[in-house]
């Protein structure tokens, strides 16, 4: 919201305040100043200036060149305008000024073979409005070389105010003010109303009746016959234009500077279209079309509060009148509502229409029902003032269940517990005060008041602790120097996941983050994907079902950028339906927290003194074993292998725990990479983390290292094709029992030599006893013995 | 004999002063200190000597065969060395193999940093899910269904009351739900906005929610606290302002602004000119939301505030862009 400083000093007396300290106060009482546009600062070098002559330039058919007068001196000009002309007074902005819209700086310059000293400004260059189908025009009196601060009246300071929704109250100059009359203890003073009224009552040509007082508890009308519709006078138009509106004619500019002066949206119709000359609130009992005053036809669902006349709707209540009714150039009489809207039935129709407009957003953050008839007469007076015609006695004004001022009290001790300090009480009475809180009642323990009816937002007693903490400056509650902390158990949610990723970071892998918003295609890889209502894109309509996906587009987009040896991982959520059917409770979805890691290129880079070695299923394995030995896990997990295509993978293995699956992966398939546009070989395994913690493993204990010798014995066996090494390894700690402790596979090979359906395995063996020293001759009948069972069991040949 | 011992000192003198290898040490030590060396052989001539003789021979003897092993074991770490010195010759400033070094992401080392700090002050880290129902986002933070203040937070919406949580303060309802005061947490968690992608903005970040709600918890408690925390975090000498602004939930309500650590105050592009960066908003807990938990407002007070991960890392770091944090080029990574 636009603020214009020298507006505001109309209601109350800034004299002795500069304007950084009227700046930060606001912002350090809750009205945050987000930009400060300082006109004599930003204008400081415009001058008025004269065109003396215009002839076309040369070489662009566009360009004029232009001799201009700045008061001194005739100075030649490259003006790119189609309206300059001779005789024109103008904005020029010499060289070395900055033009504020952009922030250039003017310089010398040659353009297109001509030099140029300056340039000739218009409105939008200068931030004035967006216009610029031509330069500015200025009033034939200026005399050249006066500053535009000067001659244009462009000596205000305009601030740019965020209104937080709670503050209705100060989204209009009186309400900045009165924060203003609040902090600096000053007086507010609001327009005096002097209306000369004609004899007749206003009742005798209009009438209202409100059918929805629910939705519209106020409506005031005000009768004003025989105006003359045209432009605003200058200190209007200036105002307008000075919190950035475009001035449009006396009428409609009226209702605007009320609006942004009170806050009181109004609406002016044309009487003569009104049936009856009568209004009607209610709202809609079926659907309508209905065009609003920009020419659109808008769809109006039942329900909708709407201004009527005795035969049709007129306006969107609170929100836009009709084309039907609007003020006209030829408009003679006119009737100016000025009414107060539950803001709720305001807000609920302008997000079901998607229309929101000044007036709707002050009306559905909660407008003052009790200011209506000062607007209304506000109104009356300024368009008399303006646009002539008669003020037809009085105000209309329905208002069956007068909205009164609550009575509020704040506890003084209250208010030091909830701050952690005392603010002295006459003070605490002061701020109220001069917020427009009426005093009723005071005494040592507490305050009473009247809650002024523009400040919706306070409703309890906090609501004034509040009030009372903001204007007495955040600043000035102390800042406590230690805290006290209980003794009982203090808990952290996410320390595992904290610890693997510390895991992961070892293991010289990079964290990635993924956005969990991913395609349907992408999100149907796996699981049940739910599906956003309100999507920005299809790319990002559903919510992840796996870390797959955010893990193959990281690995596709280091790919483009050259990164082609990656060992990625990432920690997040996942999300699944439990069926296909709506999501009504927290039952209807799993959350679940994932890890994936994924491997592509080369594990082992070459080097001056090693080979280079690709990422493959094995470097996987190792990785998940790495990982589930680091959390103590690994040793009560099994393995479940797929050698045959999937889902996802081209082969692939899984992790249980006790039957249950806590991770999958593999080799990535052709058709899930093609959907990524990747290339090259990916090996990834994900990891169900939820479901990792929710395992009690018993708690870790000390085992005494080895402190007898180790004997380690090897053998290599000829085995048909089809058997895996998991069944070998299996087979030979069943068969060996006590002293068989380890066993590593050191070499697999396969060739014609020993058949084509043949693999030879060799197998380091570990021997020992945590207790004694083993004998040779124990272990060697052991290590006999296995040899002949796997020679029989597995129908085997052993190397020699 | 004492002759013989001095002759034998001074051969092996000079002939351990010509060896120039581990080779040739090794035939000196066999020729004097093998089974069949000189030495070890004149001990055996020992029990030939008369009796009373044998003393004074016998220490004779031990001096020369510690002279001489003395010796021999100096020599042959003096040969030793000079080896290794040889062998350096190898070209030392070869390059080492390459080893993958794992990287943590920025944005949650950002957030450990944060998280360490508070629980140092006595937090405990609580969770809750992302896919939120609109009565912890919304309704139970005191959020009315028709108020404009939902307009604050741009939402994605699974249906009319499931939706992706806008902010972390859900988890609040929940931990109080569960726990009687005094609760003091932590709550950090990935949030979800639907605004438009750019470099300023992104659809989700994280966020870390706090929570404090006891007997007498008070603004002044609530200064003291975050003030702690943005000195532990950003360094002794920082400034720092608390405005009034507005949340739902928290009222009195405050934004925590920190001098701009790119200008230092003196305003630039990135603090939009007012020498201010906002950390986080917070303020002490709305009675309406204790009213939602069943706490007593009259009884308990207590403060929440919550701050953004991303923006912190943005600043801290000077980062332009907030996508990188998504784009996951390891060579971004890599570098922290």
Known sequence: ?800 | MQDQLNQIKKDFENEISKADSLKSLDQIRIKYLSRNGIVTLLFDKLKEVPKENKRELGKSLNELRDFVSNLFENKKSEIEAQSTSLTSKIDLSLPGYPIKIGSKHILNQTLEEIKDIFKSMGFSVFEGPELESDYYNFEALNFPADHPARDMQDTFFINKNFLLRTHTSPVQIRVMEKMRPPVRAIMPGRVYRNEAINARSYCTFQQVEGLYVDKDVTFAELKGTLVSFAKQYYGDSLKYRFRPSFFPFTEPSAEMDITCFLCKGSGCRVCKNSGWLEILGCGMVDPNVFKYVNYDSEEFTGYAFGMGIERIALLKYGINDIRIFFENDVRFLKQF
């Not at chain 1, 105006?227 to 105002?239: Q, R």
């Not at chain 1, 090693?610 to 690994?634: H, Y």
Request: charge should be negative.
């Open chain 1, 1 to 800: 919201m636009k603020i214009s400083l020298n507006w505001i000093k109309e209601y109350i007396n800034l004299d002795g305040i500069s304007v950084e300290e009227i700046v930060d106060i606001l912002t350090m009482s809750g009205l945050e100043v987000e930009d400060v546009v300082n006109q004599n600062e930003i204008y400081k070098n415009f001058i008025v200036a004269e065109v003396k002559s215009v002839v076309k330039h040369p070489n662009a058919d566009k360009l004029s060149v232009c001799e201009v007068f700045d008061g001194k001196e005739i100075l030649q000009v490259i003006c790119g305008a189609s309206n300059v002309a001779a005789n024109q007074k103008v904005v020029f902005a010499p060289v070395g000024s900055i033009i504020p819209n952009g922030n250039f700086e003017i310089k010398k310059a040659k353009i297109r073979g001509v030099e140029s000293f300056g340039m000739i400004c218009a409105e939008d260059e200068l931030l004035l409005s967006d216009d610029h189908s031509g330069i500015m025009v200025l009033n034939d009196d200026l005399i050249p070389g006066t500053l535009i601060t000067e001659a244009l009246g462009l000596n205000d300071v305009i601030l740019e105010i965020a209104v937080t929704p709670n503050r209705p109250d100060a989204l209009s100059h009186i309400g900045v003010a009165r924060d203003l009359s609040a902090i600096f203890n000053r007086e507010l003073t609001l327009p005096e109303i002097n209306l000369t009224e004609s004899e007749i009552p206003a009742e005798n040509i209009a009438s209202v009746e409100i059918s929805d007082t629910i939705n519209c508890p106020r409506y005031c009308a005000r009768i004003i016959q025989d105006v003359e519709i045209k432009e605003s006078p200058l200190w209007l138009k200036n105002k307008i234009k000075s919190i950035g509106l475009r001035p449009i004619n006396n009428i409609v500019d009226i209702t605007n500077f009320i609006l942004h002066e009170i806050g009181q949206p109004l609406h002016a119709f044309d009487l003569d279209f009104l049936n009856d000359k009568k209004i009607i609130v209610r709202s809609l009992e079926s659907n309508i079309e209905f065009t609003t005053l920009d020419s659109k036809k808008r769809e109006l669902p039942s329900g909708t509060l709407m201004i009527c006349d005795s035969k049709k709707e007129v306006a969107i209540a609170g929100i836009m009148g009709g084309e039907n009714s609007e003020i006209t150039e030829s408009t003679k009489n006119i009737l100016i509502e000025s009414a107060y809207f539950n803001p709720g039935s305001i807000r609920k129709t302008s997000k079901q229409i998607q229309l929101q407009t000044d007036s709707s957003y002050r009306f559905e953050r909660g407008t003052d029902p009790n200011i209506v008839k000062y607007a209304a007469e506000r109104a009356a007076q300024l368009i008399s003032q303006y646009a002539g015609g008669k003020v037809l006695k009085g105000t209309i004004d329905i208002y069956p269940q007068k909205i009164n001022p609550k009575e509020l009290s704040l506890r003084f001790n209250r208010l030091n517990k909830i701050l952690g300090f005392e603010i002295d009480n006459l003070k605490v009475a002061e701020i109220l005060k001069n917020l427009g809180f009426e005093l009723i009642e005071q005494n040592n323990e507490f305050i009473k008041v009247l809650v002024p009816t523009y400040r919706p937002d306070i409703e309890r007693e906090i609501d004034l602790i509040e009030e009372v903490a903001r204007i007495n400056g955040y600043d000035n509650i102390p800042v406590v120097p230690k805290i006290s902390v209980t003794l009982e158990r203090k808990e952290d949610h996410q320390k595992f996941e904290d610890s693997v990723r510390n895991i992961f970071v070892g293991l010289g892998f990079n964290e990635m983050i993924n956005n969990p918003l991913i395609s349907e295609k992408e999100a149907s890889l796996s699981g049940n994907p739910i599906k956003l209502a309100n999507p920005q894109s299809i790319e990002m309509s559903c919510l992840r079902t796996t870390l797959l996906a955010g893990a193959l587009n990281s690995v596709k987009r280091n790919l483009n950028f050259g990164n082609k040896d990656l060992m990625l991982f990432e920690i997040g959520n996942v999300f699944n339906a439990k069926n296909t059917a709506e999501i009504n409770d927290f039952e209807d979805l799993v959350e679940n927290q994932n890890l994936i890691f994924v491997l592509t290129g080369k594990e082992q880079l070459k080097s001056w003194n090693s080979v280079e070695k690709n990422f493959d299923f094995f470097s996987m394995k190792s990785f998940v074993n790495a990982f589930l030995s680091k959390i103590s896990l690994e040793k009560f997990t099994n393995d479940s292998y797929y050698s045959n295509e999937n889902e996802n993978f081209i082969y692939s293995y899984q992790k249980l725990f006790e039957n249950k699956i806590i991770g999958t992966g593999g080799k990535v398939k052709k058709q899930v990479l093609d959907l990524f546009d990747i290339q090259s070989d990916v090996f990834l395994f994900e990891f169900n983390l939820s479901e990792i913690k929710k395992i009690n493993l018993p708690p870790l204990k000390f085992v005494e290292p080895l402190k007898y010798p180790k004997i380690i014995r090897d053998f290599a066996f000829i085995f048909d094709k089809e058997i895996n090494y998991n069944q070998i390894e299996q087979f030979i700690f069943s068969q060996s029992v006590i002293l068989l402790k380890q066993v590593d596979l050191f070499d697999v090979f396969e060739s014609e030599s020993i058949g084509s359906n043949k693999k030879s395995m060799a197998f380091r063996l570990e021997f020992y006893d945590e207790k004694r020293t083993l004998t040779e001759d124990e272990v060697e009948k052991e290590f006999n013995l296995l040899i002949e069972k796997i020679t029989s069991h597995f129908n085997a040949k052993l190397r020699s």
